[in-house]
C-alpha cells in the first residue's frame, strides 16, 4: 500500500494561496503570495516571542504612550518592528499603516510594482499580555487606487473596506492560528512548530447563522445608547432564553469565538466615546472582511462597515459584528 497517500496532505498557506491563484486568478502574478510570505514570517517570529514572554523581556510597559494615548506594551513594539521588517523586504509594499505609527511608513513610492498598503494592528489585547490570555494581530491590504498621484498617500490609504484585496488575523493561544480571505472565502491554518509552518486546518469555514453568546464590555452598560441597552435587557430575559455572555477583552479572541461558534460581538459608542474604541481601517475592516466572507455581517450600527469611507487613519468606529440573525436582532433593539 502506497503509505504516502495515507497521511493527510501538509497544505500551507503558500500553496494554498498558488492553489487558489491559479483557480481563481489566473493572471495572478504570484506577488501576492509573496507578499503575504511576509505577514506569515512576522506573525511566526511575533509567536515565538509571545510564547517566550516571562522568560524574556518582552513583557511589560515601554513607559510610552501611542498616538492612540494607550500605554504602550513592549511586545507592541516588537512585533510592530517585526512586521515593518518582513514587509521592507517585500518589494511590492509601498505604504504600511499601524496602530502604533501616528503617520503611514511609506516603504516605497507608489508605482505599478510597489502597489501593496499593508495596514495593521500588530499586536492586538495588549492589555491581556502581562496576564497569558490570548492576543492577536490583525491585517489589511489594499492595492493603490490607479489615476492617483503617488504622493497623495492618504487618498490611497483611506479606501472603503469593500475594496480590500485580503485581509486576516492571527491569534496566538493555545495554538497560533491564521485565518485570512482573498475574497472567496475564509481559510484557517495552525502554525506547526515542528516544521514552523502554517499547515491548513479549515477550509471554507462558515460562520454559525445564529448563535447564543454575546459579548460586550457591560461596564459601560449606562453610557450606551437607549436601544442597546435595551438589547441588554432582552438578551438576559426569559424570553430571549439561553444566551451566554463572553468577553475576553482581545478583539481577536471574541472574534475566533463568534467566527467558529457564532454570536455576536459589540463594542458600542459611550457617552465618553461616541465613535467607540476600535479602529476602522486595521481592526473593524478586515474582520467585517472575513466576517462577510464566512456569510455574516458587520455594522457601525448605522450602515456596513465595509461601506464606510475613512476620513482619518487612526479613526474610530462603533462595531456590532457577526452571526447575520445575532447582528439584525441588535439592530432591531438599537433602532426600534
Ligand atoms: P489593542 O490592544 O490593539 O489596543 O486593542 C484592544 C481592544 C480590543 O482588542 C478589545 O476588544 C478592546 O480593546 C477591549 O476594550 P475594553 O477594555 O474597553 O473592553
Ligand atoms: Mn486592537
Ligand atoms: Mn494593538
Same mark, same amino acid.
Given at each position: 500500500m502506497?503509505?504516502?497517500?495515507?497521511?493527510?496532505?501538509?497544505?500551507?498557506?503558500?500553496?494554498?494561496i498558488?492553489?487558489?491563484?491559479?483557480?481563481?486568478?489566473?493572471?495572478?502574478?504570484?506577488?501576492?503570495?509573496?507578499?503575504?510570505?511576509?505577514?506569515t514570517?512576522?506573525?511566526?517570529?511575533?509567536?515565538d516571542?509571545?510564547?517566550?514572554?516571562?522568560?524574556?523581556?518582552?513583557?511589560?510597559?515601554?513607559?510610552? #504612550?501611542?498616538?492612540q494615548?494607550e500605554?504602550?506594551?513592549?511586545?507592541?513594539?516588537?512585533?510592530?518592528?517585526?512586521?515593518?521588517?518582513?514587509?521592507?523586504?517585500?518589494?511590492?509594499?509601498?505604504?504600511?499603516?499601524?496602530?502604533?505609527?501616528?503617520?503611514?511608513?511609506?516603504?516605497?513610492?507608489? !508605482?505599478?510594482? *510597489?502597489?501593496?498598503?499593508?495596514?495593521?494592528?500588530?499586536? !492586538?489585547?495588549?492589555?491581556?499580555?502581562?496576564?497569558?490570555?490570548?492576543?492577536g #494581530?490583525i491585517f489589511?491590504?489594499?492595492?493603490?487606487?490607479?489615476?492617483?498621484? *503617488?504622493?497623495?498617500?492618504m487618498?490611497?490609504?483611506?479606501?472603503?473596506?469593500?475594496?480590500?484585496?485580503?485581509?486576516?488575523?492571527?491569534?496566538?493561544?493555545?495554538?497560533?492560528?491564521?485565518?485570512?480571505?482573498?475574497? !472567496?472565502?475564509?481559510?484557517?491554518?495552525?502554525?506547526?512548530?515542528?516544521?514552523?509552518?502554517?499547515?491548513?486546518?479549515?477550509?471554507?469555514?462558515?460562520?454559525?447563522?445564529?448563535?447564543k453568546?454575546?459579548?460586550?464590555?457591560e461596564?459601560?452598560?449606562?453610557?450606551f445608547?437607549?436601544?442597546?441597552?435595551?438589547?441588554?435587557?432582552?438578551?438576559?430575559?426569559?424570553?430571549?432564553?439561553?444566551?451566554?455572555?463572553?468577553?475576553?477583552?482581545?478583539?481577536?479572541?471574541?472574534?475566533?469565538?463568534?467566527?467558529?461558534?457564532?454570536?455576536?460581538?459589540?463594542?458600542?459608542?459611550?457617552?465618553n466615546?461616541?465613535?467607540?474604541?476600535?479602529r476602522?481601517?486595521?481592526?473593524a475592516?478586515?474582520?467585517?472582511?472575513?466576517?462577510?466572507?464566512?456569510?455574516?455581517?458587520?455594522?457601525?450600527?448605522?450602515?456596513?462597515?465595509?461601506?464606510?469611507?475613512?476620513?482619518?487613519?487612526?479613526?474610530? #468606529?462603533?462595531?456590532?459584528?457577526?452571526?447575520? *440573525?445575532?447582528?439584525?436582532?441588535v439592530m432591531?433593539?438599537?433602532?426600534?
Amino acid at each position: 500500500m502506497d503509505r504516502s497517500l495515507a497521511t493527510p496532505a501538509i497544505k500551507t498557506i503558500q500553496q494554498h494561496i498558488l492553489e487558489r491563484q491559479r483557480v481563481h486568478h489566473p493572471d495572478a502574478t504570484g506577488e501576492f503570495s509573496w507578499l503575504l510570505g511576509a505577514v506569515t514570517l512576522a506573525t511566526k517570529i511575533i509567536a515565538d516571542q509571545v510564547r517566550r514572554a516571562g522568560l524574556v523581556d518582552v513583557l511589560g510597559s515601554t513607559g510610552d #504612550t501611542n498616538v492612540q494615548g494607550e500605554d504602550v506594551q513592549k511586545l507592541d513594539i516588537i512585533a510592530n518592528e517585526t512586521i515593518a521588517r518582513s514587509l521592507g523586504y517585500r518589494d511590492n509594499v509601498g505604504i504600511m499603516v499601524s496602530e502604533e505609527d501616528d503617520e503611514p511608513r511609506i516603504l516605497k513610492e507608489l !508605482d505599478a510594482q *510597489a502597489r501593496y498598503i499593508v495596514l495593521f494592528d500588530p499586536l !492586538d489585547g495588549s492589555s491581556n499580555i502581562d496576564v497569558n490570555v490570548s492576543i492577536g #494581530t490583525i491585517f489589511s491590504i489594499l492595492q493603490r487606487r490607479e489615476g492617483v498621484a *503617488a504622493g497623495k498617500v492618504m487618498d490611497h490609504i483611506l479606501q472603503p473596506g469593500y475594496r480590500q484585496i485580503a485581509a486576516g488575523y492571527v491569534i496566538y493561544s493555545s495554538s497560533t492560528v491564521m485565518a485570512y480571505t482573498t475574497g !472567496d472565502g475564509v481559510h484557517m491554518f495552525t502554525l506547526d512548530p515542528a516544521i514552523g509552518a502554517y499547515r491548513l486546518s479549515r477550509e471554507g469555514v462558515v460562520m454559525p447563522p445564529v448563535g447564543k453568546t454575546y459579548s460586550i464590555n457591560e461596564a459601560y452598560y449606562s453610557l450606551f445608547p437607549g436601544g442597546v441597552q435595551k438589547y441588554l435587557e432582552w438578551v438576559k430575559s426569559d424570553e430571549a432564553g439561553g444566551y451566554g455572555l463572553r468577553y475576553i477583552g482581545s478583539l481577536v479572541a471574541d472574534f475566533h469565538r463568534t467566527l467558529l461558534k457564532g454570536g455576536v460581538f459589540l463594542y458600542p459608542p459611550t457617552t465618553n466615546a461616541p465613535q467607540g474604541k476600535l479602529r476602522l481601517l486595521y481592526e473593524a475592516n478586515p474582520l467585517a472582511f472575513i466576517a462577510e466572507q464566512a456569510g455574516g455581517m458587520a455594522t457601525d450600527g448605522r450602515q456596513r462597515i465595509l461601506d464606510k469611507t475613512p476620513t482619518a487613519l487612526h479613526e474610530r #468606529t462603533p462595531l456590532v459584528i457577526g452571526s447575520k *440573525a445575532e447582528v439584525d436582532r441588535v439592530m432591531s433593539f438599537w433602532h426600534a
